[in-house]
DNA sequence: TAAGTCATTATCCTATAGGATAAATTTTAA
DNA sequence: TTAAAATTTATCCTATAGGATAATGACTTA
């Protein structure tokens, strides 16, 4: 899709997935979990996958129900999560 | 894929998605922005895709990138708008 | 009543997100 | 040190999310 008509660029979504990622593997290395355990919790059979969306490889990222996923079994609530995510975005 | 390796169920996530467009709705009607005016916003040319993804047919929901845009549009941060849509869940 | 927004339903298409696989590398612990 | 566990890189495939299109309906006001 053509995304030009929205004023908001491109590499500011980019960005943000890629905080996105960092701060799922802060938070999974922060209570010991490892890929593959946090992979499977959340239906992801390819830790390769579950890997380059933690480093925003390859394009790859997490979405919504991945996250929604990987809250639930971290424990926490995604607004918690996203409060986070906007602490290290805007710095 | 095959999700049933998580025990985290279908339903809930098919759930949560609806909440997500059932907020956008209520938050975009709020601040008098027609469904054409946020698709645009957005980067969709589709009114037809957007409404969808507001009211949740044929499996159609926004995704990161969306919500990313659609909280800059309406000026809240997604943490905040994520705490609302949890309100909205667990009731 | 017609014309004009605005929204919804329905169907179809395709670019790509999601995933599989394999091999390399890095880390850990014995 | 070496073996295993954990992670990353790289490439490839395909199911489906994202979107286009068209037709329908609902609401407004001229």
New interface residues.
């Given amino acids: ?8 660029p491109e590499k ?2 980019k960005k ?2 890629k905080v ?1 990622g960092q701060h799922v593997k802060l938070l999974r290395e922060s209570k010991k979990i490892s890929q593959l355990d946090m992979a ?4 992801i ?1 390819s830790i390769a996958f579950y890997s380059n969306c933690e480093n925003n490889k390859y394009d790859k ?5 991945h ?3 990987i809250c ?1 079994t971290l424990g926490i ?4 999560f ?2 986070e ?2 602490q290290d975005f805007s710095s």
């Fill in positions: 899709m053509d995304k030009t008509l929205s004023d908001i500011e979504i943000y997935h996105v499977l919790a959340i239906g059979k990222h997490f979405n919504m129900e996250l929604y996923k639930k609530q995604m607004s918690d996203f409060k995510v906007e």
